[in-house]
């Protein structure tokens, strides 16, 4: 289930989404990046691993994702999954986005005690409502204490790149905002996490993603690959790859879709997981 942030919060936060695992215990996932960071709480003392080695917390944050990442479910979990929007975490903790860049660290190592009781507070509650409730307002009180007097560069650009679907080159934003390319290119390091070029690459590529889920089936590859920004398939295949590790039929055929970034292989050795998004 995906749930936008209230309207106050928006700035910071993007939307919520509430997953909840059912069936085979043993669940192969991968995340890759959509140009956010994030914020998980693992329920029903549930064990996520990465790489099958190290242990996650029960709460944590993910920076910006350079390489997608493997994960295995050891057990039947709830997932709580807070996604920033792309320069969120910088805006709400005045934290440098590219010091968190492909990091996974304790929410308690960043928010202290009152992570740890927010966790305690999602436990025992079943009903979405009251899940919406107690993460409103533990990020209400962090706004609360933040005056956001961002600076107008940032959310015009990331607008701007959105809006024409990622293909904009780093001189068309210095046209754009009036601003240098190296002012840009650190506000993007610093808030972000990763270039202006980067950003937009993702974005481009989450845009093929959606046009690939919604194909018509007299639509081909090579249609959606041009609408897309793509010079043709070969092109289109090696980004791909790059983000999922996996080519585009593969990503139809062999996955379930639990979020924009986030999927799990149907063909693994111990079978279809159940993990599921009730509301896509």
Do not use: W
Not at 48 to 75: K, M, R, V
Not at 221 to 250: M, N, V, W
Request: net charge positive; proline share 4%.
């Amino acid at each position: 289930m995906q749930i936008f942030a209230p309207e106050v919060l928006s700035p910071y936060i993007k939307h919520y989404l509430f997953l909840e695992s059912g069936g085979d215990p043993h669940k192969k996932l991968r995340l890759f990046s959509d140009g956010n960071t994030g914020m998980v709480f693992l329920l029903n003392e549930g064990h996520l691993s990465i790489n099958d080695s190290q242990q996650l917390p029960s709460s944590f944050l993910y920076g910006q994702i350079s390489h997608f990442q493997d994960l295995a479910l050891l057990t039947q979990t709830s997932f709580v999954i807070i996604v920033f929007q792309p320069d969120g975490l910088y805006k709400l903790l005045g934290i440098t986005a590219h010091a968190l860049k492909d990091q996974i660290i304790a929410a308690q190592d960043i928010f202290g005690q009152s992570s740890t009781d927010l966790y305690q507070a999602l436990l025992p509650v079943q009903q979405t409502a009251e899940r919406l409730h107690a993460l409103n307002a533990f990020f209400y009180k962090l706004a609360a204490r933040r005056k956001l007097s961002e600076p107008a560069l940032l959310p015009m650009v990331l607008q701007h790149i959105t809006r024409h679907q990622g293909l904009v080159t780093v001189g068309q934003l210095v046209h754009y905002s009036g601003y240098t390319e190296r002012h840009i290119e650190r506000v993007f390091a610093e808030q972000v996490g990763m270039s202006p070029k980067k950003f937009g690459s993702i974005v481009q590529f989450h845009r093929f993603l959606k046009l690939l889920r919604n194909k018509p089936a007299d639509i081909s590859l090579t249609t959606i690959c041009h609408e897309s920004g793509y010079f043709d398939q070969s092109h289109l295949i090696r980004a791909f790859k790059k983000y999922t590790g996996i080519t585009p039929s593969e990503y139809l055929n062999r996955t379930n879709k639990l979020a924009i970034n986030f999927m799990e292989f149907k063909d693994i050795p111990t079978g279809m997981s159940g993990l599921y998004n009730s509301i896509s």
